[in-house]
C-alpha cells in the first residue's frame, strides 16, 4: 500500500524581524546573519499566537469537511508545549471540528518528534487504510536575547494530511535512526529558553547526519545520485549547506552536484525568510522545495534527514507522486511578505511578555496580529481559544 502526504500546510508568525536591524542592534556585522547563518528575517509570535493557533491556523488552509469527518487521529509533536499534561492537538481537534472518535496526542524530542509522529501515521494507516491522520509540528524557538542563538529563533507549523495513496509524495519505508546521548541544546522545565552548546550541536548535527547516511547507505545500497533532492532540518540555513556538502561526495557528477545545488536553494527559501521552527522545520523545508522547484518530476525521490537534539536522528526518503504541484500554494511569498515589520523594541517586548495571572488564574492580553485562531484569554489557569473573524 503507497501511504504518504496527501495535502501540507503551513502557518507562521504575523510579525517579522529584519536579520540587518538585529545586527545593528547587537553591533555585530549583518553579514554574519545573512550571509554567515544565510538568515534574511525571522517570524515572531506574540504572547496570544502559541503552538496551538499555530497549528489550527497551518490545518485550516488544507482540510476540508470530508477531512474533519474522516480524521481519526491527531498528532502535534511539539517542544513548545504549553502543558505537561494535556496534548496541545486536543485543542487544535476542537478548534478544527474533527468528529469526535479520534485519538489525540503530543510526541516530543526536540526538532525530530514530527518525524516519528509521521512513521506512526503510516503504521496506523497500514492497518486501516481508510484512516486519515493528521500530523502537526508546531513550535516557537526562543532562545533569549543577545544570545548566539537569537538570530536562528522563529516560530511557525506545518500541517500534514497522511493517507493512502497520497496526491503528493509517497513515504518510503526505508528508514534509519540514531540514537545518542549528548548534551547539546535542551529546556528543563523550570526555564522558558534552552541550554545551548551551541558550537558543540552543530557537531552533532553533522556527524549525525554523516554516520545515518552512512548507514543508509550501506542498508538500501543506496547512492547520492538517487536522490533529486535532500531536504534537512534547518536551525539555520548555513549547517543545511554544510550538511548537504558532507553528503555529496567525490563520486558525485557534476551535473548532479549542480541539480543538488539549486534543489537546496529552493529548500531554504522559506527557511531563510522564516528561522528554525524546530520540529516543522525539516517539513518547511520540503514545502520551499516542492513550492520553488521547477526541476522536479513526478517519480523523483527526495532524501529527507531529520534530526532533534539530545539526539535522535533519521533519514528517510519520499517518492513524488503525479500531479503533486496542484496540491500546492503558488503563492506563499505573498502570504510571507504580508507580515508585519516590527523593531528590535518591539520585539523585545513581545519577547519578555508573560501571562499576568490573577489570584484565580484570570489573564487579559493585549490584541495582536495572529492567523486563523488566537489565545483570547485565560479563565481559572484554562486557554480560551478563538477563531478570528474574517
Ligand atoms: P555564532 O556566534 O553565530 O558562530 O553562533 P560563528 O562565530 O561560528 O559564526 C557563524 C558563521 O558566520 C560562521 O560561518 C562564521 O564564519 C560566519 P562558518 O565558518 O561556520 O561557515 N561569520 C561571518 N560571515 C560573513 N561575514 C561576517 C561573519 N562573521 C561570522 N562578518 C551558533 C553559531 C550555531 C553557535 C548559534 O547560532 C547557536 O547557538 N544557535 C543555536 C543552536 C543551533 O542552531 N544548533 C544547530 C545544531 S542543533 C539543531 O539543529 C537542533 C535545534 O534545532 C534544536 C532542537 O533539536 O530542538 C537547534
Excluded at 486536543?90 to 510526541?107: D, K, T, W
Excluded at 545518542?180 to 526555564?191: G, I, S
Excluded at 535522535?312 to 517518492?319: G, H, K
Aim: proline share 3%; net charge negative; glycine share 6%.
Amino acid at each position: 500500500m503507497k501511504i504518504g502526504i496527501d495535502k501540507i500546510g503551513f502557518a507562521t508568525g504575523r510579525y517579522v524581524l529584519e536579520m540587518t536591524d538585529l545586527a545593528k542592534a547587537r553591533q555585530t556585522d549583518p553579514d554574519k546573519f545573512t550571509k554567515g547563518l544565510m538568515l534574511d528575517r525571522i517570524s515572531i509570535a506574540p504572547i496570544t499566537e502559541d503552538i496551538v493557533t499555530l497549528a489550527a491556523s497551518a490545518s485550516e488552509t488544507i482540510l476540508t469537511d470530508e477531512d474533519k469527518e474522516k480524521i481519526d487521529m491527531v498528532i502535534l509533536a511539539t517542544e513548545s508545549s504549553i502543558d505537561q499534561s494535556k496534548a496541545a492537538s486536543i485543542y487544535v481537534h476542537q478548534l478544527l471540528g474533527i468528529q469526535p472518535f479520534a485519538r489525540s496526542v503530543e510526541m516530543k524530542e526536540a526538532c525530530y518528534s514530527a518525524t516519528a509522529a509521521l512513521d506512526y501515521a503510516r503504521a496506523h494507516i497500514s492497518l486501516h487504510p481508510q484512516a486519515r491522520v493528521l500530523v502537526l509540528a508546531s513550535d516557537i524557538a526562543k532562545y533569549g536575547i543577545d544570545s548566539a542563538g537569537e538570530p536562528t529563533q522563529g516560530a511557525g507549523s506545518i500541517a500534514m494530511l497522511i493517507t493512502a495513496d497520497p496526491a503528493i509524495a509517497i513515504i518510503n519505508d526505508d528508514n534509519v535512526a540514531q540514537t545518542r546521548d549528548v548534551m547539546d541544546f535542551w529546556r528543563p522545565n523550570y526555564t522558558s529558553t534552552p541550554y545551548v552548546n551551541g558550537i558543540f550541536s552543530t557537531k552533532q548535527y553533522l556527524d549525525s547526519l554523516k554516520t545515518t547516511w552512512a548507514e543508509y547507505q550501506k542498508r538500501y545500497n543506496a547512492s547520492i545520485s538517487d536522490f533529486a533532492a535532500f531536504c534537512f532540518h534547518i536551525p539555520f540555513p548555513k549547517l543545511a549547506f554544510k550538511g548537504l556538502n558532507k553528503i555529496i561526495d567525490k563520486n558525485t557528477a557534476i551535473e548532479h552536484k549542480d541539480k543538488l545545488t539549486q534543489a537546496f536553494n529552493d529548500s531554504i527559501a522559506y527557511s531563510r525568510q522564516v528561522g528554525n521552527i524546530y520540529t516543522g522545520s525539516l517539513y518547511m523545508s520540503l514545502l520551499s522545495l516542492l513550492e520553488n522547484s521547477q526541476a522536479l518530476t513526478a517519480g523523483d525521490k527526495i532524501g529527507m534527514f531529520s534530526y532533534g537534539s539530545g539526539a535522535v536522528s533519521e533519514i528517510f526518503s519520499l517518492q513524488l507522486v503525479e500531479g503533486y504541484k496542484d496540491r500546492l500554494d503558488t503563492n506563499r511569498q505573498a502570504y510571507l511578505d504580508f507580515r508585519q515589520v516590527i523593531s528590535v523594541t518591539e520585539y523585545e517586548n513581545i519577547f519578555y511578555q508573560e501571562a499576568e495571572l490573577d489570584r484565580e488564574g484570570n489573564a487579559t492580553f493585549e490584541t495582536y496580529l495572529t492567523g486563523d485562531y488566537a489565545l483570547r484569554t485565560i479563565q481559572e489557569h484554562q486557554r480560551i481559544y478563538e477563531k478570528n473573524d474574517k
